[in-house]
């Protein structure tokens, strides 16, 4: 375990978003919140549909988060609406390798939420973290070929395309998914 890390920030404000690590009893309002985008999570992520939780597992998807959390291996914030109080998102620092002192981020955000602007508020508050807080040095998205908003995103908030990988995974229609990677350093 790294010392440094036992004191981080557990929740960053944004101007309109609250940004925190997972808490017991957040399960049902997640569980929803997945519910309402399943669409979106089944065509534009289909590798994390069969993880999603189902209404009796929820709960326990939500403690394997905070347990991460506290065991340094990932870092989840569930993203809610200030106003609200409601969850509209999710963001994980993922796949960290404290040796190379780097990890992945993923990204999700309620289908009602997109072009707004709010992911974009968003990532510069966990980007900070990131880079100040957990010291890593690297940062990587991998987004779809087609999902321009997602690569406008990863520019708009500094990140560089580094390369690409053809024919990754099969979305539920057959058709094979090219990523592209990018990322972005302290």
Known sequence: MLQHLLTVETALITHRTVVRRFRENDGQNYFK????????????????????????NIEFFVRQKLAAWLTQTEYCLGVW??????????????????????GELYLFLDKTRHQKGIMTEVLQKVIHFVFHQLQLNKLVVRTESDNFAAQRLARKVGFLREGDIRAEYRRPSGEWVDLMIFGLLK
């Open 33 to 56: 919140l997945f519910q309402e985008n399943l669409d979106q999570l089944e065509s534009r992520y289909p590798p994390i549909v069969d993880q999603i939780p189902n209404q009796d």
């Open 81 to 102: 609406d200030k106003e609200s109080a409601v969850p509209i998102g999710l963001v994980r620092i993922a796949d960290i390798d404290w040796s190379c002192s780097k």
